[in-house]
């Protein structure tokens, strides 16, 4: 079934969609590249929002609870040391105390410490849960480099339990050095391990649903984005097969108009040749023969736009007088600038373009009248009754012709002015004009530039080397 036999009205999506609109329809329109910049956004947030969850806030967590559990066995380490020796170095005889041993049994039962250790300044083990431990050293590079200088320590780890079976299970743990301080003075230190394997847990599955969640939201809106972008593919499709059918109308219609428009003409011929007629008959006879040879011209300038359209057409430049034909269509045109009540000016340098001035330019001359006549006729048409529009021609460096009119281009189509069916406005605009006249003047080697506002009118510029 073709696009106009589907029941839910909708354009048919070409094969392979997605990748048609990105790799393979280069010429798009400009309204295809912001679905595809959110399109890269959702990509980029489907892989970023997880890695930022695992790479920044899991951590940043991390070390929140880290530094909860060190201030923590801070507080509780200065609380433990009885009043009397806060200001003393560590040593056996300053903790064999019963208020201390007392306070460091509490530390292990009521805050459910899994290990704790007092150490002496040298680093000698005054106290430990593991009673095998005391009066050995503690010589690693943690307290020797860190804590005996005074600074506290914390760090996340697994340490290996017995359970009341003889079951060996792993725990999660925050091991804290506390540094014991008077001034400058080192007078000892407490290592307290907590057991944080719930915290722990929470905190990973707390990661498991923000990392599950940032995956559905992106991936969620990966998945609207590449539905628009379907859609975008299908009604870009559909749009490239409408241009293309027109196109094949349009070339049928150039190759096929001629010959009714010969038979018209043969008609017309054999009528002024074989029958008799009045004046009227004649007059009528005249009109129809000048129509049907301004079919035929107007047929034969759109094969040539085709043939410019696909790089076939054949440039022959000759030495024209360019004023001349500047003059011709002035002349042409000023009927239609009377009926319609416009004034029409023709400047080349500082005055008015003479009869006699005259200036010889490399061109084709039926392309320049093409693009000249199409310019002024625009302007015209687009003028008020009095209005002026004015062709002004220099000839310093390149050759230039500004043709000017009061009327303001339509903001619609400022941006697109030539653009092929870029029209506004008009209602028999076809939007193929300012569009000739670019691709006739690209075939001279020059350049064609508009310039419109409410206070300035509107002026469009041929240029074309000397």
Not at 143 to 171: H, I, N, P, Q
Not at 322 to 346: H, K, N, P, Y
Not at 404 to 429: I, L, M, Q, S, W
Not at 452 to 461: A, F
Request: aromatic share 8%; with cysteine.
């Amino acid at each position: 079934m073709d696009d106009s036999g589907r029941k839910d009205g909708t354009a048919r999506i070409p094969p392979g969609g997605l990748r048609w609109l990105i790799l393979t329809h280069r010429s798009r329109g400009r309204h295809g590249y912001p679905l595809l910049g959110i399109l890269a956004l959702a990509v980029l947030c489907a892989v970023a929002l997880p890695l930022i969850n695992a790479l920044v806030i899991y951590p940043a967590y991390t070390e929140i609870m880290v530094g909860t559990f060190e201030d923590a066995a801070r507080r509780l380490a200065v609380l433990t040391i009885p009043p009397s020796i806060k200001h003393t170095r560590l040593g056996p005889a300053v903790l064999d105390t019963p208020r201390f041993l007392a306070d460091v049994y509490r530390l292990e039962t009521d805050f459910g410490l899994l290990r704790v250790r007092v150490l002496a300044p040298d680093g000698k083990i005054l106290y430990s849960t593991d009673t095998a431990e005391i009066d050995s050293f503690e010589s690693g590079p943690i307290f020797t480099d860190m804590v005996s200088k005074g600074r506290r320590y914390a760090r996340l780890g697994v340490m290996r339990s017995e359970s009341a079976r003889g079951a060996a299970t792993a725990v999660d743990t925050v091991e804290t050095f506390v540094p014991i301080m008077r001034g400058d003075d080192f007078l000892g230190a407490f290592e307290l391990v907590f057991d944080v394997t719930g915290p722990k847990r929470e905190l990973e599955r707390f990661n498991l649903y923000a990392t599950v969640g940032s995956f559905v939201i992106s991936f969620a809106l990966l998945g609207v984005v590449l539905l628009l972008i379907r859609q975008e593919a299908a009604k870009e499709h559909s749009r490239l097969q409408a241009d293309k059918l027109r196109e094949d109308v349009e070339q049928i219609t150039r190759h096929d108009i001629k010959t009714p428009l010969l038979g018209v003409l043969n008609g017309i011929t054999f009528l002024e040749n074989y029958t008799t007629l009045d004046s009227e008959q004649k007059e009528l006879l005249d009109d129809m023969r000048h129509a049907a040879n301004t079919g035929m011209d107007l047929i034969s300038r759109s094969l040539d736009l085709y043939k410019m359209e696909t790089g076939a057409y054949e440039y022959a430049p000759a030495e024209v007088d360019i004023l001349s034909v500047c003059r011709r269509v002035a002349d042409d045109l000023s009927d239609l600038a009377r009926q319609m009540g416009v004034t029409m000016e023709v400047s080349f340098g500082d005055g008015p373009l003479r009869r006699e001035d005259a200036l010889s330019l490399s061109v084709e001359e039926n392309l320049f009248y093409a693009v000249l006549a199409n310019l002024v006729k625009n302007g015209i048409e687009a003028s008020e009754f009095g209005d002026t529009v004015s062709m002004r021609v220099a000839a310093d460096g390149e050759f230039s012709v500004a043709v000017h009119n009061r009327a303001p281009v339509p903001e619609a189509v400022r941006a697109h002015f030539f653009d092929k069916y870029a029209t506004a406005g008009k209602r028999t605009g076809t939007g193929l004009g300012t569009y000739s006249a670019r691709l006739m003047v690209e075939v001279m080697g020059g350049r064609i530039d508009m310039d419109s506002s409410e206070e300035r009118g509107t002026t469009v510029t041929v240029a074309l080397p000397r």
